[in-house]
């Protein structure tokens, strides 16, 4: 299997903008997570999905901030408005299982919002 | 608020002598622990485990320990290597909510 494929790698974008950020887990998979990762507060989680369903945003940020996973294969991870605070590595992790197994990371996807 | 705190953001050691990480928590309702390694331009990956009602898991030269009373868990490494220098990020798992908790990392370099 791939792993866990994440695209873009890397995003530059100015402030204002909107970035979407994508995520393809690996086959089987049934939950699905959104972290972000930041030299002070570690690796935080923002959202996960459990059979295609959101479970718990209680860790995005802002409403700027949107998750959605339309299919078993595919999720995204939207910021509209961006702006520079924003800019950390973002990593989709995906499980056997929400909580029970444990959770293998993408790549990341660096952001930077100038 | 970090519940999950790894209070030494990096750390040294010779190549053959022996890695000790840490990590306090501060939620008793955590009943899983992991730690996952993580190299430059990678995600984390999956390490160790323990569940709390163990004090101790060993996995070849991994050896996590745990100290509930204390609210401490530790990595040891032994012997290091340099292909070890990395990240390393404690988590916790939330026995309420199933979700897991990291820490900030602690930034590993093995000298040869």
């Known amino acids: 299997d791939a792993g866990v494929i994440q695209s873009p790698r890397h995003e530059v974008t100015e402030m204002g903008q909107e970035v979407t950020l994508r995520c393809k887990p690996i086959?089987?998979?049934?939950?699905l997570f959104w972290y972000r990762q930041t030299m002070m507060r570690g690796l935080e989680l923002l959202i996960y999905?459990?059979?295609?369903?959101?479970?718990?945003d209680s860790g995005m940020p802002e409403d700027r901030f949107s998750a959605k996973m339309p299919n078993a294969s595919f999720s995204t991870l939207k910021i509209q408005p961006s702006e520079p605070r924003d800019s950390a590595v973002y990593f989709c992790?995906?499980?056997?299982?929400?909580?029970?197994?444990?959770?293998?990371f993408g790549p990341g996807t660096r952001l930077t919002v100038t | 608020d970090q519940q999950v705190k790894q209070n030494s953001p990096s750390l040294s050691v010779q190549e053959g002598r022996i890695s000790i990480l840490n990590c306090d928590y501060t939620?008793?309702?955590?009943?899983?622990f992991l730690w996952y390694k993580k190299y430059p331009a990678e995600g984390p990956t999956f390490l160790i485990s323990?569940?709390?009602?163990?004090d101790k898991n060993e996995d070849g030269r991994f050896t996590v320990f745990l100290n509930k009373s204390a609210k401490h868990l530790s990595l040891h490494i032994v012997p290091s290597q340099p292909g070890d220098s990395a990240v390393y990020f404690c988590?916790?798992?939330?026995?309420?909510?199933?979700?897991?908790?990291f820490g900030t990392g602690t930034r590993l370099k093995v000298l040869a």
């Open positions: 992790a995906s499980s056997l299982g929400h909580g029970v197994y444990e959770q293998y």
């Open positions: 086959s089987g998979h049934n939950s």
């Open positions: 999905f459990n059979n295609n369903v959101p479970i718990d």
């Open positions: 939620n008793s309702m955590f009943d899983y």
């Open positions: 323990i569940s709390s009602i163990k």
């Open positions: 988590a916790a798992r939330d026995s309420g909510t199933y979700k897991y908790i």
